[in-house]
């Protein structure tokens, strides 16, 4: 069961998941070195195998939530709907985002300013895509 | 002689009467002798003028007819040969003229006799002994007679009483003008045997009486009579309105098509129903508050198609304020037919945001009170004018929601899990085999859960699409979620394998020559 999935992907897809079978993999050993317990192998590959498909689902849920609301960007809105069910989770994700709003508010708000100095554009793309790999 | 005593099983008049003239002794030789002849002539008879009875379209059930015409034929024999009126011959003519089993109808027995004495003999002096002549005569009234069970009842109804009628003016007439009386005697005989095949035809083919429906519109009305004295009779509680209406649900479940047979109140609505719901429970509301049958509320409701779930609890709050305590479990009641019915295609946004407001009461009250502001004055004005000024406790119709999220949750509960009860008796019966009543509260809470889970995300979905109603595009995306639809199974795969043709025809858009889409897209 652990090695079928891999067997069945194209190489990209393979070198994401031993990607992420890496990382679960020093996650668990940080939880082991909290928790005083040992992973198994298994453990952590069944982890791992759930953490890719779960991974699969919520990218076809988001892809179906924004074509739903007739959109072809995935937006925070998508995925605050993808973590409802969970309140904890949702409480969690909407503090996150409106963090992040309000970063994006502000920093908005200062590339206003500064773009009335010199180059506008050049530094708002930037800012943009600094803003963007922070999401 | 004895086909006529299998024919009446009962022991009518007729047959006692013809008991009579067999057996008894006839006064002279001659009377025996043509009695005899008529007895064998009436034999032999029998087969051919059953014949011309399916000739003439008359069904051999028909005993009745074949018999009268028979026994006219019979008693031709006897009357033409006989022209004093004797005891024999008036029995006789009884035998001929009077109905099957005229227990409803003494009446007729002794009045077309005389008639029909003047008749036939002045119909004898026209043409005697001929059998030819009499056989075209009685035909028309066996066809007529026949073709009577065709045409409805209400002509026969009619004919009825315009032979009662003609029975109570023209039959002294007749006898004075046997010349004149003949068309109307002719028509009298005529509706005679036009009144007699309802009752024959009752009582030899009792299957086709159609009684059942009449008993149940008494039972509705007993039931509502009882319900009512019921509630009046008891605090309006949901657990004392559920014993009478323990007993209903077998018959809500197989009485699906009559609205009004459905168990009261807002305590236990059923879930096979959407729309004719909220009309049973708002009627009788109506009717537990003010005491007699508010029936033209119902009808009113039922113009009013979107706003019915609102409705019903709007119409409860026209109630005075003794009832306001059942306001609530009506309201819970209708919140529970908004979460059922609202995972239909056609369910409205407001059956949404009725299911939402026990849910969401602690996250989002504000959005809430706006969303349930939007539906209540859209869909009954007066009643919300109304419910403001009998509710006291809440000033405005923001807080109404409020209300009963609070205060009738435990009723709320009652009414969902007495509207889950046809989805448990499903489960029962698919179970194959007896469960524990723990397991039944589990059933009922598990379906609880998903039911409520499935109108949340529903709505959700519909204001993920910034709408206020639920469309058929958010129950897709449901389905999707859930597994059933797939990249290689599409809606209308699941449609063309579990709904039956006609539904097929509506859901799926099918193109026709001209450019044309049934159903328009």
Same mark, same amino acid.
């Given at each position: 069961m652990f090695v079928e999935g891999k067997e069945a992907l194209n190489p990209a897809q393979k070198r994401l998941k031993a990607a992420v079978h890496y990382t679960v993999g020093r996650l668990c050993e940080e939880v082991a070195l909290d928790k005083e317990m040992q992973f198994? #192998?298994?453990?952590? &590959?069944?982890?791992?195998?759930?953490?890719?498909?779960?991974?699969?689902?919520? &990218? #076809?849920?988001?892809?179906m939530f924004a074509r739903h609301a007739k959109r072809s960007t995935i937006n925070t809105e998508d995925v605050k709907l993808l973590a409802r069910r969970s309140n904890s989770l949702l409480k969690y994700i909407t503090e996150k985002s409106d963090e992040i709003a309000q970063c994006n508010l502000e920093r908005k708000a200062r590339k206003k300013k500064k773009s009335e100095d010199g180059n506008k554009s050049s530094r708002e793309t930037a800012e943009a895509e600094a803003v963007d790999s922070e999401d | 002689m004895a086909d006529f005593y299998n024919s009446d099983s009962e022991p009518t008049t007729r047959t006692l009467l013809r008991r009579v003239l067999d057996t008894a002794d006839s006064r002279t030789p001659r009377r025996l002798r043509s009695a005899g002849a008529g007895a064998q002539r009436a034999l032999l008879e029998t087969p051919s003028s059953r014949r011309l009875n399916s000739g003439t379209k008359t069904t051999a059930k028909q005993h009745s007819h074949g018999a009268r015409s028979i026994g006219r034929l019979a008693h031709f024999q006897v009357s033409g040969n006989l022209e004093e009126q004797t005891p024999r011959t008036l029995l006789k003519n009884i035998l001929l003229t009077a109905p099957e089993s005229s227990i409803l109808m003494p009446e007729t027995v002794v009045k077309p006799v005389p008639a029909l004495q003047v008749v036939q003999p002045s119909r004898k002096e026209s043409s005697r002994g001929s059998l030819e002549l009499q056989l075209p005569e009685f035909e028309p009234p066996t066809t007529l007679a026949a073709g009577l069970p065709a045409p409805s009842r209400k002509k026969q109804r009619l004919r009825l009483s315009v032979f009662q009628q003609e029975v109570d003016q023209g039959l002294p007439h007749s006898q004075e003008h046997p010349g004149n009386a003949d068309a109307s005697s002719l028509t009298s005989s005529l509706n005679l045997s036009f009144a007699t095949p309802l009752q024959p035809q009752s009582v030899k083919r009792p299957g086709l009486a159609r009684r059942p429906p009449l008993r149940r519109a008494v039972d509705v009305g007993a039931l509502l009579q009882d319900l009512r004295d019921d509630s009046l009779a008891s605090a309006p509680s949901g657990d004392s309105l559920k014993t009478p209406i323990a007993t209903l649900p077998t018959d809500t479940v197989?009485?699906?098509?009559?609205?009004?047979?459905?168990?009261?109140?807002?305590?236990?609505?059923?879930?096979?129903?959407?729309?004719?719901?909220?009309?049973?429970t708002g009627t009788e509301d109506a009717e537990r508050a003010m005491g007699h049958g508010t029936q033209s509320s119902g009808p009113g409701l039922q113009n009013h198609m979107s706003g019915a779930c609102v409705a019903a609890p709007?119409?409860?709050?026209?109630?005075?304020?003794?009832?306001?305590?059942?306001?609530?479990?009506?309201?819970?009641?209708?919140?529970?037919?908004?979460?059922?019915?609202?995972e239909e295609p056609e369910g409205s946004s407001e059956d949404e945001n009725t299911s939402d407001r026990p849910e969401l009461a602690a996250s989002t009250p504000e959005f809430l009170q706006a969303k349930q502001l939007h539906p209540i004055p859209e869909t009954a004005p007066p009643p919300g004018v109304a419910?403001?000024?009998?509710?006291?406790?809440?000033?405005?119709?923001?807080?109404?929601?409020?209300k009963p999220r609070t205060a009738g949750s435990r009723p709320r509960?009652?009414?969902?899990?007495?509207?889950?009860?046809?989805?448990?008796?499903?489960?029962s019966f698919y179970a194959k085999m007896p469960m524990e009543r723990k397991a039944f509260e589990m059933v009922e809470k598990c379906l609880d859960k998903y039911f409520q889970q499935l109108c949340n995300d529903l709505e959700v979905f519909a204001a993920h699409a910034g709408r206020?109603?639920?469309?058929?595009?958010?129950l897709e995306l449901l389905m999707r979620r859930q597994g059933l639809i797939t990249d290689q199974v599409s809606l209308y795969v699941l449609v063309e394998r579990h709904l039956p043709l006609e539904y097929r025809q509506l859901l799926i858009p099918c193109a026709f020559s001209g450019n044309s889409v049934f159903p328009a897209l």
């Open positions: 198994s #192998k298994q453990t952590i &590959a069944a982890i791992s195998e759930l953490t890719f498909r779960q991974c699969e689902n919520f &990218a #076809k849920d988001l892809e | 197989l009485e699906d098509t009559q609205p009004f047979s459905q168990p009261l109140v807002g305590c236990s609505p059923s879930v096979h129903h959407f729309l004719p719901h909220p009309f049973p709007s119409l409860s709050f026209l109630e005075p304020q003794p009832w306001s305590a059942a306001a609530p479990e009506i309201i819970e009641a209708e919140d529970s037919q908004g979460t059922v019915e609202a419910v403001l000024s009998s509710e006291t406790l809440e000033p405005a119709s923001a807080r109404l929601p409020r509960q009652d009414s969902y899990k007495a509207g889950l009860n046809h989805y448990i008796k499903l489960f206020k109603t639920v469309r058929p595009e958010d």
